[in-house]
T-cell receptor, first 111, second 111 residues
Framework: QQKVQQSPESLIVPEGAMTSLNCTFS??????FAWYRQHSGKAPKALMS????GEKEEGRFTIHLNKASLHFSLHIRDSQPSDSALYLC???????????FGAGTRLAVCP | GGIITQTPKFLIGQEGQKLTLKCQQN?????MYWYRQDSGKGLRLIYY???????QKGDLSEGYDASREKKSSFSLTVTSAQKNEMAVFLC??????????FGPGTRLTVL
């Protein structure tokens, strides 16, 4: 059974800093890797996803995947107070219908 | 664009009561999901459905039933509410690329 773990559990960074969030998974046959962001009291919303090894950048956000290390990460450049949220990583392995989520990293960006 | 609606927004029940939560989507997506989120934590899959009248158990299906009578709707029943239970139940549907779209949630409190 797929296990997905996130680190750290929580993080406080100053405005303008680079933030790095980590996610490890257990199934080497996993095929889809995503980050979701959930602001307090709101629904989770997909942020970025990647299918193959390497990096993908969208604005201030970069996702990096290393399948051999069973690890992917999200990097936020120039972190803003509006980035404060719960960040959930998610992985698909086997059936493309089933996404396994990590427990989340709570990020606070202080002005 | 589409939208997912969940009713009710807040649900207060008594211990042992059977409670039903409803979800509607107008994305015309095939696959729908029910997740449970405990305070500030990650998402745990309760049930999912890949088409009308199909039901697949997730990791947390014990104590729940589900129903998918038409493509646009997916219902979840708590078969016997547990005292002091508090959680948010999130409904989602899956797009072509694997991304899941979430509803605003139903917040359950059991007295």
């Amino acid at each position: 059974q797929q296990k997905v773990q996130q680190s750290p559990e929580s993080l406080i960074v100053p405005e303008g800093a680079m933030t790095s969030l980590n996610c490890t998974f257990s199934d080497s046959a996993s095929q889809y890797f995503a980050w979701y962001r959930q602001h307090s009291g709101k629904a989770p919303k997909a942020l970025m996803s990647i299918f193959s090894n390497g990096e993908k950048e969208e604005g201030r956000f970069t996702i990096h995947l290393n399948k051999a290390s069973l690890h992917f990460s999200l990097h936020i450049r120039d972190s803003q107070p509006s980035d404060s949220a719960l960040y959930l990583c998610a992985v698909i392995s086997g059936s493309f219908n089933k996404l396994t989520f990590g427990a989340g990293t709570r990020l606070a960006v202080c002005p | 664009g589409g939208i997912i609606t969940q009713t009710p927004k807040f649900l207060i029940g008594q211990e042992g009561q059977k409670l039903t939560l409803k979800c509607q989507q107008n994305f015309n997506h095939d696959t729908m999901y029910w997740y449970r989120q405990d305070s500030g934590k990650g998402l745990r899959l309760i049930y999912y459905s890949i088409t009308e009248n199909d039901l697949q158990k997730g990791d947390l299906s014990e104590g729940y039933d589900a129903s998918r009578e038409k493509k646009s709707s997916f219902s979840l029943t708590v078969t016997s509410a547990q005292k002091n239970e508090m959680a948010v139940f999130l409904c989602a549907s899956r797009g072509q690329g694997g991304e899941q779209y979430f509803g605003p949630g139903t917040r359950l409190t059991v007295l």
